[in-house]
């Protein structure tokens, strides 16, 4: 069914951005910025973004609805990439860009499993099927895929420009590799993702809330049975 494909596939795309950009992490910190103890500000940065926006996103969905704030997640982490742009080696953009990420990434991880749970409710309804263990099995395997390609991408790339990891400074080449693994990449996958989530699924708030209703007409009915 529709939205189960667009969410996984949403999903898948942006994991593996943000698996790859996890990976290379590490080389970007030591390599382009020199302090490898920069990326535990980042993260604690980070986390306070993520916390910002998982205890408001309850609010933000009775406003705008689901796919909406999950949409904004999606775009909000690509552009908090991006930014990184305009100064790969500035840290202040780095943590700009590491509470932005957190708080795009807080909407993604708070929304996904309601977003399947509503997804389990549409085959219900279309097919008559329970499909609530399918639909959390395939979560499963949709983010161990990701974490997967993810985690391999960045390998073969510092392979193929000659990464030495024995050497204390990298070739400029490596270096762009780098910057491509830990910045380019992920915004790119994210845009993916959010295009893709934007123009595909199907269930708007309007029509997620003809939806519980019917779902509701449907349990009262079997509760009678």
Known sequence: QKPVLITFLAVLIFTVGNNISNTIGPYFYTYILGDLTLSSLASLIMFFGLLLTTIFSGKAVQMK?????????LVIAAVSMLIRMIDPKNVLILLVSSFLTGAGGGFVS???????????????????????????????????????????????MLAAVGFDSAAAQQPDGVKTVIIIGAIVIPAVLGILGS?????????????LEAQAAEMKEVREKNALL
């Open 65 to 73: 609805g689901k796919k909406a704030v999950f949409l904004l997640g």
């Open 110 to 156: 708070t929304l996904s499993y309601s977003i399947q749970a509503d997804n389990t409710d549409y085959v219900n309804l279309k097919m008559n099927v329970h499909a609530e263990a399918a639909v959390a099995a395939l979560s499963s395997f949709i983010t161990k895929c990701a974490m997967g390609i993810g985690g391999a991408i960045p390998g073969y």
């Open 195 to 207: 295009i893709i989530f934007a123009g595909a699924y199907p269930l708007t708030k309007e029509k």
